[in-house]
């Protein structure tokens, strides 16, 4: 796999959004089967030979467009447009319903060591660090 196919194959899985590659014929055939492999059977615009006499435009999923081009031999160059991520964005963890002792306690379990945790605490909630420090003495 290319380096540019694999920084636009992570920022296709990382937000919703359409990313684009022009690669030569057997990069394209390489580059599709990562893609499949990666991100799975997307939406894909295949656009081979853009401004030429032999110009084609194939907008099918990725297994589909594989197999089209087995059947066939094809030469030139092309641009893959592939649709981005289209599942539910994790929620981010939301502490704001428990006390800064409940927190920093959440965050020591989770690996924190103790200081780290009510430093994290601190910042997110603005607080002075005398005041987390003093309701988490006896963790």
């Given at each position: 796999?290319?380096?540019?196919?694999?920084?636009?194959?992570?920022?296709?899985?990382?937000?919703?959004?359409?990313?684009?590659?022009?690669?030569?014929?057997?990069?394209?055939?390489?580059?599709?089967?990562?893609?499949?492999?990666?991100?799975?059977?997307?939406?894909?615009?295949?656009?081979?030979?853009?401004?030429?006499?032999?110009?084609?435009?194939?907008?099918?999923?990725?297994?589909?467009?594989?197999?089209i081009y087995e059947?066939?031999?094809?030469?030139?160059?092309?641009?893959?447009?592939?649709?981005?991520?289209?599942?539910?964005?994790?929620?981010?963890?939301?502490?704001?319903?428990?006390?800064?002792?409940?927190?920093?306690?959440?965050?020591?379990?989770?690996?924190?060591?103790?200081?780290?945790?009510?430093?994290?605490?601190?910042?997110?909630?603005?607080?002075?660090?005398?005041?987390?420090?003093?309701?988490?003495?006896?963790?």
């Open positions: 796999m290319t380096k540019i196919c694999a920084c636009l194959m992570i920022a296709a899985l990382l937000f919703c959004c359409l990313f684009a590659a022009c690669t030569p014929k057997n990069d394209a055939n390489e580059a599709l089967k990562d893609m499949l492999k990666i991100l799975g059977n997307r939406e894909i615009s295949v656009n081979r030979e853009l401004t030429k006499k032999y110009q084609e435009v194939i907008r099918q999923d990725i297994e589909t467009v594989l197999k059947e066939k031999e094809v030469k030139g160059e092309f641009v893959l447009i592939v649709d981005g991520f289209k599942g539910k964005k994790q929620a981010k963890n939301n502490y704001d319903e428990l006390s800064e002792r409940e927190y920093v306690e959440v965050l020591i379990n989770d690996g924190l060591s103790k200081k780290d945790a009510i430093k994290t605490v601190c910042k997110e909630r603005k607080l002075k660090k005398d005041v987390v420090y003093k309701q988490v003495l006896d963790l």
